[in-house]
T-cell receptor, first 116, second 113 residues
Framework: DTAVSQTPKYLVTQMGNDKSIKCEQNLGHDTMYWYKQDSKKFLKIMFSYNNKELIINETVPNRFSPKSPDKAHLNLHINSLELGDSAVYFC???????????????FGEGSRLTVL | QQQVKQSPQSLIVQKGGISIINCAYENTAFDYFPWYQQFPGKGPALLIAIRPDVSEKKEGRFTISFNKSAKQFSLHIMDSQPGDSATYFCAATLNTGFQKLVFGTGTRLLVSP
């Protein structure tokens, strides 16, 4: 069974379009994340939700809107896509991870977005 | 101050050799330092991690060395194998609030047969 699954795996679209990526985890974790990996492989956190509540919101254009309908799902909607949005987007999950804890992120396989 | 600097960018090692990847940080509020391994087409996966109260942690062929005073830590892969060929990321988290990983820039390791 896939622990963290994302759909779609590949997404090719035109500039200006709106697209969504869906993520589901079956690990029973209460915290989910979106990370962006650019063409140079750099990984940067975008958002984190704990029990459907937004807890981390990095400096991300407001064209990106995460939504968590329940603690097992975290979707990412992107409006008015730009060339610079082309990247691999990774969903991840963990148990709530506070200062002093040791935690592990479980990543999905990524969704490669190409904006033409 | 929230950056983690990683080197080298790429590394080629012969089978059986030792692979060494280095990371450095500035923010002394970082208190947990994991390494993640990423194979092509896959997400990163936790490999090994250390807290700054110990100077070394070993798991099988993988060892983290940690130098708190120098604010540096490194991953050593002993007896490197072709199956170790992957991208390796060091990372760090802060000792306050909800945790988020700050990743290094990654090292692409190729172990030649």
């Amino acid at each position: 069974d896939t622990a963290v699954s994302q759909t779609p795996k590949y997404l090719v679209t035109q500039m200006g379009n709106d697209k969504s990526i869906k993520c589901e985890q079956n690990l029973g974790h209460d915290t989910m994340y979106w990370y962006k990996q650019d063409s140079k492989k750099f990984l940067k956190i975008m958002f984190s939700y704990n029990n459907k509540e937004l807890i981390i919101n990095e400096t991300v254009p407001n064209r990106f809107s995460p939504k968590s309908p329940d603690k097992a799902h975290l979707n990412l909607h992107i409006n008015s896509l730009e060339l610079g949005d082309s990247a691999v987007y990774f969903c991840a999950s963990s148990q709530i991870w506070l200062a002093g804890d040791t935690g592990e992120l479980f990543f999905g396989e990524g969704s490669r977005l190409t904006v033409l | 101050q929230q950056q983690v600097k990683q080197s080298p960018q790429s590394l080629i090692v012969q089978k059986g050799g030792i692979s060494i990847i280095n990371c450095a940080y500035e923010n002394t509020a970082f208190d947990y330092f994991p390494w993640y391994q990423q194979f092509p087409g896959k997400g990163p996966a936790l490999l090994i991690a250390i807290r700054p109260d110990v100077s070394e942690k070993k798991e099988g062929r993988f060892t983290i060395s940690f130098n708190k005073s120098a604010k540096q830590f490194s991953l050593h892969i002993m007896d490197s194998q072709p199956g170790d060929s992957a991208t390796y990321f060091c990372a760090a988290t802060l000792n306050t609030g909800f945790q988020k990983l700050v990743f290094g820039t990654g090292t692409r390791l190729l172990v030649s047969p």
